[in-house]
């Protein structure tokens, strides 16, 4: 092994799958909690759904990562905030000028 390269490969485990994926060095550790995430939400749908399926579990789990994902994103749209405030900005700028 090349302990110099800036990447190399590592084995994640996703439900009964494994998959050999080649990363930078310095990513290593965001791939290992991902990998952590997927099989915690899959072990959870396994674990309350039985005998549904590696494909169902994993699907279940790519679902409820995917939703969460989305809620935080629109909950960190500040584009409608951005927006009042700009009209606010607005606002206040024409009743400078008006005095």
């Known amino acids: 092994m090349n302990w110099n390269s800036e990447t190399f490969t590592i084995n ?7 998959f050999p994926i080649t990363v930078k060095r310095t990513e ?9 995430l997927i099989n915690e939400r899959y072990n959870f749908y396994a674990t309350h759904y039985p005998n549904q ?3 169902s579990y994993m699907a279940m789990a790519m679902l409820d990562i995917a939703l969460t994902l989305k809620r935080n994103e629109e ?16 606002e206040v700028e024409e009743t400078i000028d008006e005095k």
């Open 12 to 18: 994640l485990r996703m439900g009964n799958l494994i």
């Open 28 to 36: 290593e550790e965001i791939y290992r909690k991902a990998e952590r």
């Open 53 to 55: 399926g590696n494909d």
């Open 75 to 90: 909950k960190n749209d500040t584009a409608p905030i951005m927006d009042i405030v700009d009209q606010l900005l607005k």
